[in-house]
Each structure stands twice: as structure tokens, then as C-alpha cells.
């Protein structure tokens, strides 16, 4: 009923940069915070970066003075423009949000993946 997609994935290049998008669809009638998380496999999943409505940002660690997320609520739609890509950023990319559906059922909904993958 409730669907993110993403779009962006891809090759990079070690310094240089990629934008990643996920756009929610469905009997939506209200989305809270939205963000991005990566796992390789066999790794745990880490949170990348968080927005909530009021547009205040998280980052993780490894990510903070590279990577910059937003929002347009009117696309339903939450991007993560990542700078200054390193190796180690290789990961599967999920987008996550908090959404309220029409029913009014308060729903924790992810995206299916976006594969990254930084070259050296």
C-alpha cells in the first residue's frame, strides 16, 4: 500500500560524487522523518543520515562533512547527495521513512536497495 523507490545507485568514483533519490508512493497521508542507511552484506545496517519535518538533520560518523540530505514534501521525496566519495562508501543504500498511511496506521516503511559501489 506504502512504497519507497530509489534511484541514483551506481558506480563512483574515489573523490568524486553520486545523488541518490527515494520517492514514496501509496495511501500516504502524512511522512515524519526520512533518511538513508547502508549495509554490506554480512554487516549490520548503519544509519547514514536522518531529516525530520522540520528539516533538521543526523549524521553518521563517517559520513558528516560529505554528505547532505533533503527533502521535498511535496515530491514525497528524500535525496542524499554524497560528496567526496571514498571506497569505504560501498554499500547497499536504503531509504527510510516514518509514514502515516490513510487509514491512519502509522507505518515504518523501507525501500528495496540502491546499490553503490566507489572505485578507486
Known amino acids: 500500500q506504502v512504497q519507497l523507490v530509489e534511484s541514483g545507485g551506481g558506480l563512483g568514483q574515489a573523490g568524486g560524487s553520486l545523488r541518490l533519490s527515494c520517492t514514496a508512493s501509496g495511501s500516504i497521508f502524512s511522512i515524519k522523518t526520512m533518511g538513508w542507511y547502508r549495509q554490506v552484506p554480512g554487516k549490520q545496517r548503519d544509519l547514514v543520515a536522518l531529516i525530520d519535518t522540520g528539516g533538521e538533520t543526523m549524521y553518521g560518523d563517517s559520513v558528516k562533512g560529505r554528505f547532505t540530505i533533503s527533502r521535498d514534501n511535496a515530491k514525497m521525496t528524500v535525496n542524499l547527495q554524497m560528496n567526496s566519495l571514498k571506497p569505504e562508501d560501498t554499500a547497499i543504500y536504503y531509504c527510510?521513512?516514518?509514514?502515516?498511511?490513510?487509514?491512519?496506521?502509522?507505518?515504518?516503511?523501507w525501500g528495496q536497495g540502491t546499490l553503490v559501489t566507489v572505485s578507486s
Open positions: 527510510n521513512a516514518g509514514v502515516q498511511s490513510v487509514r491512519l496506521t502509522n507505518l515504518e516503511v
